[in-house]
């Protein structure tokens, strides 16, 4: 039995649409295909772009969003100032005195140097007997006269424990130290103490 096909306008049959091989639009499974591995390669991209940056975060140890001045205790146990990459202990005398010890150089910020002492943190201040004059708190009770009249060194200012083992303590008859003088200056043949007892009793270092 013959197959009749169906006549078109023209009077030729109308031809049949041929079926392309793994879909019905014409290679829509190809497409969808290429479009999935275009995906994939750029979410790869995405992830070692953000992975190199991450790396180079590590590697340069760019400082942290820590907000506001931290203190912190030196080796020396002195009270320190915290730089932003979180391990650096720098004593508080240090901090603005135009030299950038930090790795970021945080230390001599404008915002924390531009008006000293005012914009500095308090825990990096101490004041002495005199209301105008003040120090870095790492230099009370060090055994130094920084004040200029030892109110940083002496009661009733500054409350400071006795003289270390590497002191001698004697009313000093030099403007530089208080109530105590270093022990090297012990039997040195020249007086430190106004009683002499840096030459008589003073045992040495």
Same mark, same amino acid.
């Given at each position: 039995?013959?197959?009749?096909?169906?006549?078109?306008?023209?009077?030729?049959?109308?031809?049949?649409?041929?079926?392309?091989? =793994? !879909?019905?639009?014409?290679?829509?499974? +190809?497409?969808?295909?290429? *479009?999935?591995?275009?995906?994939?390669?750029?979410?790869?991209? +995405? +992830?070692?772009?953000?992975?190199? %940056?991450?790396?180079?975060? #590590?590697?340069?140890?760019?400082?942290?969003?820590?907000? =506001?001045?931290?203190? /912190?205790?030196?080796? #020396?146990?002195?009270? =320190?100032? %915290?730089? @932003?990459?979180?391990?650096?202990?720098?004593?508080?005398? $240090?901090?603005?005195?135009?030299?950038?010890? &930090?790795?970021?150089?945080?230390?001599?910020?404008?915002?924390?140097?531009?008006?000293?002492?005012?914009?500095?943190?308090?825990?990096?201040?101490? @004041?002495? !007997?005199?209301?105008?004059?003040?120090?870095?708190?790492?230099?009370? /009770?060090?055994? #130094?006269?920084?004040? =200029?009249? /030892?109110?940083?060194? +002496?009661?009733?200012?500054?409350?400071?424990?006795?003289?270390?083992? $590497?002191?001698?303590?004697?009313?000093?008859?030099?403007?530089?130290? /208080?109530?105590?003088?270093?022990?090297?200056?012990? *039997?040195?043949?020249?007086? @430190?103490?106004?009683?002499?007892?840096?030459?008589?009793? &003073?045992?040495?270092?």
């Amino acid at each position: 039995m013959n197959k009749v096909f169906p006549q078109g306008e023209n009077g030729y049959a109308a031809a049949e649409p041929k079926a392309h091989p =793994g !879909g019905e639009a014409g290679g829509g499974h +190809l497409c969808c295909s290429r *479009r999935g591995a275009c995906l994939s390669a750029s979410l790869l991209l +995405l +992830l070692a772009t953000v992975a190199a %940056l991450i790396a180079l975060v #590590t590697i340069l140890g760019l400082p942290s969003r820590t907000p =506001g001045a931290q203190a /912190c205790i030196t080796l #020396t146990n002195r009270t =320190g100032f %915290l730089c @932003h990459d979180q391990r650096s202990c720098i004593p508080a005398s $240090g901090v603005c005195d135009g030299v950038r010890t &930090c790795t970021h150089g945080e230390d001599e910020d404008e915002s924390l140097c531009r008006d000293v002492p005012q914009s500095l943190p308090h825990f990096l201040v101490a @004041h002495c !007997g005199d209301p105008a004059s003040w120090i870095y708190s790492d230099q009370k /009770c060090d055994g #130094t006269n920084n004040c =200029g009249d /030892c109110s940083d060194e +002496l009661s009733p200012v500054t409350v400071c424990p006795p003289c270390g083992p $590497g002191w001698w303590r004697c009313p000093s008859t030099f403007f530089k130290y /208080c109530d105590c003088i270093p022990r090297h200056l012990c *039997r040195d043949h020249v007086q @430190h103490c106004s009683d002499w007892s840096d030459e008589y009793a &003073c045992p040495g270092p």
